[in-house]
């Protein structure tokens, strides 16, 4: 307790000159549960392990399943802001792969994907974390399926936030027509731009996986 | 086609155009011949006097400056011998309260020891009592011839008998008396060799005090030499400064090195005090700052230390304070020396365990089968120990750097005094020969400017040698100039 009083302390001393700007990162991921794309959830699971192992104290990180409808916080996997301390920090990440590792042995798959939904999500949390570095990720196909009633043909906005898709994999009529696989790309990348979006990236090798998160 | 520019009197001969050209300029050089010579003149005054000027002013200021650092290191060289020979006279006073306060009774001990011996050595003088006067009587009754008369043979072996008695009683009262003498002479040996161990001890100290002096000497010769502002006084001086000056820069970055591990030891958990995420500037983390700021805080409280203890003298206000007060404040900076060292060794402790926990949390993450193989060792305990001493002694050793920094303030102001002289000098000197090279650039102008126009000059010295038949020497251009105006 003194010890924390001591850091307050110091902290108050360094708080008259303190750089106003936030330098810390929030991330959002969307898991697409939906399909056959369903089988890849393991795979997000070594992403999130990274994002764990390479975020600091003070950011935040939420993860959250895109299904047939997105857009509600019931989705949001698991979602934690990491405490100041390194030590609390720790174990908050701890609680985080606990709480990942229950949804990728449970999870279930949706008839529909809805992308947009959770973009709009995403952006939502980010927003409120106040974070100087926001960044969505998103571990899907990028094939979004709606159903009939669900309305998401309407401009978006994803203002200074990076979104990164990640594992894009090939569906069998992309192979047939690689086109559609680029083409979808490209839309997304319009999509995501006219959003106001800082930058659109494409990260097929999770091997890769350092170019996710950047200052 | 391309279209010639405009000036080229003949199109497509540069050359030919440019040389009509000139022809034609020529003339009108002529005319503006004196007015661009004294403009060139004038060019070459404006621009190298007051480069001149400049290269004298410093100069002067490099001497003033110069003459002010000879005094103020002269005056810091008296300083510091005074001190010096002060202090050699405080060691010679307690010389003297230690060991000549204890003269008189060495010089007690030494008479008592020589009296002593004096009545010994008059005790072995001391000779057995001489043989009784009756011994003449015995030779004339030895004498006597007895002539056969029986009486006297009996009477002579009588007295004959009773003088061996009394010679061997006589012989053994001597042997006693000699062997007194001997046990006397042999009980001198101990005062001998205290007599000898007490005058190499005095010896010691008349030579001890006899070095001291030496020392006094050699420090007034020193002295002396900075009060009378010699050459060599001042050499020394210099010299003494510049290695001082060299030696305290290389014990601070040595002290720097030390610095920068301490703050690779308690940044990390200063995080666990202050935040991790909080940043004074876009790459300064606030635990990074208040990790500078505890080194700093342990830096000046050394400083504080040494100052206390009267080992430098940085902040005369120290010195002037009283005794009591000085010691209280001693006492209060070793104690803020001491619990800043021993947060320090915590911090180092938490430090290592944040790592640890950081590297099980990695494990876990890289799904791993790398189980903990050497935790419990006590090998594995030597880098945590190492690190909490280190934690602990660092803060002590930075307060050392009290030390060096006073040499290094003292030298610093010599050291930069004689290079800020060197550099006005040369610039005084480029200055000086930017100068001339103007002037002289102007003086070559002048004439080029006339070798330009030389047909018209030689027209105009033909024309002048016509009307006036006696020659006169021609003059240069700048000449002209410089005699017209």
């Known amino acids: 307790m003194k010890r924390r009083h001591f850091g307050f302390g110091l902290a108050a001393l360094a708080a008259g000159c303190a750089d106003p700007r936030s330098h810390s990162q929030a991330v959002y991921m969307l898991v697409d549960t939906s399909g056959t794309y369903a089988e890849e959830?393991?795979?997000?699971?070594?992403?999130?392990?990274?994002?764990?192992?390479?975020?600091?104290?003070?950011?935040s990180l939420a993860v959250a399943r895109v299904k047939s409808r997105s857009f509600s916080e019931k989705d949001i996997v698991a979602k934690a802001t990491f405490d100041n301390r390194?030590?609390?920090?720790?174990?908050?990440?701890?609680?985080?792969?606990?709480?990942?590792?229950?949804?990728?042995?449970?999870?279930?798959?949706?008839?529909?994907?809805?992308?947009?939904?959770?973009?709009?999500?995403?952006?939502?949390?980010?927003?409120?974390?106040?974070?100087?570095?926001?960044?969505?990720?998103?571990?899907?196909?990028?094939?979004?399926?709606?159903?009939?009633?669900?309305?998401?043909?309407?401009?978006?906005?994803?203002?200074?936030?990076?979104?990164?898709?990640?594992?894009?994999?090939?569906?069998?009529?992309?192979?047939?027509?690689?086109?559609?696989?680029?083409?979808?790309?490209?839309?997304?990348?319009?999509?995501?731009?006219?959003?106001?979006?800082?930058?659109?990236?494409?990260?097929?090798?999770?091997?890769?996986?350092?170019?996710v998160l950047k200052g | 086609m391309m279209e010639s520019p405009f000036w080229m009197i003949v199109p497509g001969n540069a050359a030919l155009s440019a040389l009509v050209w000139f022809v034609i300029a020529m003339p009108f050089l002529y005319a503006a011949r004196k007015p661009v010579h004294e403009l060139l003149h004038a060019v070459g005054v404006l621009a190298g006097g007051p480069l001149r000027s400049s290269s004298r002013w410093l100069l002067g200021a490099a001497h003033d400056m110069r003459e002010r650092n000879r005094q103020v290191l002269l005056a810091h060289g008296r300083e510091e011998a005074g001190q010096q020979i002060a202090r050699e006279f405080e060691r010679v006073s307690l010389l003297v309260t230690r060991d000549l306060e204890g003269y008189p009774a060495l010089q007690r001990r030494l008479l008592d020891e020589i009296t002593r011996v004096e009545?010994?050595?008059?005790?072995?003088?001391?000779?057995?009592?001489?043989?009784?006067?009756?011994?003449?009587?015995?030779?004339?009754?030895?004498?006597?011839?007895?002539?056969?008369?029986?009486?006297?043979?009996?009477?002579?072996?009588?007295?004959?008998?009773?003088?061996?008695?009394?010679?061997?009683?006589?012989?053994?009262e001597y042997r006693r008396a000699y062997e007194e003498r001997h046990s006397i002479l042999d009980g001198f040996m101990p005062f001998w060799r205290s007599l000898d161990k007490t005058l190499a001890q005095a010896d010691r100290k008349m030579t001890s005090l006899t070095d001291r002096a030496a020392a006094i000497d050699a420090q007034m010769a020193r002295f002396e030499q900075i009060v009378s502002k010699t050459e060599r006084a001042e050499h020394a001086l210099t010299v003494s400064a510049l290695?001082?000056?060299?030696?305290?820069?290389?014990?601070?970055?040595?002290?720097?090195?030390?610095?920068?591990?301490?703050?690779?030891?308690?940044?990390?958990?200063?995080?666990?005090?202050?935040?991790?995420?909080?940043?004074?500037?876009?790459?300064?983390?606030?635990?990074?700052?208040?990790?500078?700021?505890?080194?700093?805080?342990?830096?000046?409280?050394?400083?504080?230390?040494?100052?206390?203890?009267?080992?430098t003298h940085l902040f005369p206000k120290i010195h002037a304070l009283s005794d009591p007060m000085r010691k209280?404040?001693?006492?209060?900076?070793?104690?803020?020396?001491?619990?800043?060292?021993?947060?320090?060794?915590?911090?180092?402790?938490?430090?290592?365990?944040?790592?640890?926990?950081?590297?099980?949390?990695?494990?876990?993450?890289?799904?791993?089968?790398?189980?903990?193989?050497?935790?419990?060792?006590?090998?594995?305990?030597?880098?945590?120990?190492?690190?909490?001493?280190?934690?602990f002694i660092l803060p002590f050793a930075l307060a050392f750097v009290a030390i060096p920094l006073e040499s290094f303030i003292a030298s610093a102001r010599t050291v930069g005094g004689a290079v800020l002289v060197m550099v006005m000098r040369l610039l005084a000197v480029s200055l000086r020969l930017a100068g001339s090279f103007v002037r002289q650039l102007a003086r070559v102008l002048v004439t080029l400017y006339d070798i330009l126009i030389v047909l018209p000059l030689l027209l105009e010295r033909l024309v002048r040698d016509r009307r006036a038949p006696t020659p006169t020497p021609a003059l240069s251009g700048f000449e002209a100039v410089e005699r017209s105006s």
């Not at chain 2, 926990?357 to 799904?367: F, G, N, P, V, W």
């Open chain 1, 86 to 211: 390194p030590s609390q920090a720790n174990a908050q990440k701890r609680v985080f792969r606990e709480q990942m590792e229950a949804f990728t042995r449970s999870h279930s798959g949706s008839a529909y994907t809805d992308i947009t939904g959770g973009l709009i999500q995403g952006s939502m949390f980010l927003t409120e974390t106040g974070a100087g570095h926001k960044t969505i990720l998103i571990f899907s196909d990028m094939q979004e399926e709606l159903d009939k009633v669900t309305v998401r043909d309407f401009p978006i906005t994803l203002k200074d936030i990076r979104v990164v898709a990640v594992n894009v994999v090939k569906l069998r009529t992309d192979n047939v027509d690689p086109r559609r696989y680029l083409g979808r790309l490209e839309a997304w990348q319009k999509r995501v731009e006219a959003a106001g979006a800082r930058e659109w990236r494409v990260i097929n090798d999770i091997e890769h996986l350092d170019g």
């Open chain 1, 41 to 59: 959830v393991n795979k997000a699971q070594l992403i999130v392990n990274y994002l764990l192992g390479t975020l600091q104290p003070g950011d």
């Open chain 2, 328 to 391: 209280r404040m001693l006492w209060i900076a070793f104690t803020l020396l001491l619990t800043l060292a021993g947060i320090e060794a915590a911090l180092a402790l938490m430090r290592d365990m944040l790592i640890a926990d950081k590297q099980a949390l990695m494990q876990s993450l890289a799904a791993t089968a790398h189980a903990a193989a050497a935790t419990d060792s006590w090998l594995a305990r030597i880098p945590t120990i190492g690190q909490i001493v280190l934690g």
């Open chain 2, 119 to 172: 009545e010994d050595y008059k005790k072995c003088g001391e000779v057995p009592p001489p043989p009784p006067d009756w011994i003449d009587a015995i030779n004339a009754v030895a004498n006597v011839k007895s002539g056969g008369n029986e009486l006297v043979t009996r009477l002579l072996e009588e007295i004959n008998r009773s003088i061996k008695d009394i010679h061997e009683k006589t012989l053994a």
């Open chain 2, 243 to 311: 290695t001082q000056f060299f030696v305290a820069t290389l014990v601070i970055v040595v002290a720097a090195g030390g610095a920068l591990i301490n703050f690779k030891l308690i940044a990390l958990p200063m995080s666990e005090m202050v935040g991790a995420g909080d940043y004074l500037t876009a790459s300064l983390r606030t635990s990074e700052v208040a990790a500078l700021v505890i080194i700093f805080v342990e830096a000046t409280m050394g400083l504080f230390l040494m100052e206390t203890l009267r080992i």
